[in-house]
């Protein structure tokens, strides 16, 4: 498996959203919901309407953890998915990333992986770009916002502050900086 790189660049993070939203809106929200909240993609594709509609918050039980989570639905979100619910008239059991494919199934990871790995290739993102990138760029521009570690290791119920450092690309940012300014002579 390849490792993934967040979006260091804010303005690469706006052309990413504003080509999925030319293309196709569901998509658009995805990866909104992706940056915005920081769940994983598989925690992201079981998310349905109701989830969304007229909430402030996420409620579930992660895939992966198996632990309960609650948390704030950022209002830039709040707002891109309560027009989406609404302009399509979405009902509350829809699966909010529908396929279209089958009767009221989410779309696949593998479905999730091109839309957004073609997306980062279509705009001209550098690196390796994969369905984790979103939850990792949404750790990586929290942590230089606020240099709040400890609260983002709890955001995604990391074992350790390490960890998730070196998941969001701290870590190899700072490895890099030093590397660059290391001289010998």
Known sequence: MNSVEPIREKNDIVNF?????????????????GFYSGYRISDLLSLKVKDFRDRDY?????????????????????????????????????????????????IT????????????????????????SLR????????????????LKMIFNHSSIDVTLLYIGVTQDIINKQLKDFKLF
Do not use: W
Not at 109 to 126: F, M
């Open 58 to 106: 996420f409620y579930f039980r992660e895939q992966k953890t198996n632990k309960q989570t609650k948390i704030l639905i950022n209002p830039e979100l709040k707002k891109a998915a309560n027009e989406y619910i609404y302009c399509n008239y979405l009902r509350d059991n829809e699966y909010m990333f529908k396929s279209q494919k089958g009767y009221n199934q989410p």
């Open 17 to 33: 959203v504003e080509y999925l939203k030319e293309r196709n809106e569901r998509d658009f929200i995805l990866a909104m919901t």
């Open 136 to 151: 990792k760029t949404m750790g990586y521009h929290y942590y230089k916002q606020t240099k709040d570690v400890v609260t």
């Open 109 to 132: 990871r593998q479905r999730a992986y091109v839309i957004l790995s073609s997306a980062a290739k279509a705009i001209g993102l550098q690196g390796s770009f994969g369905t984790h």
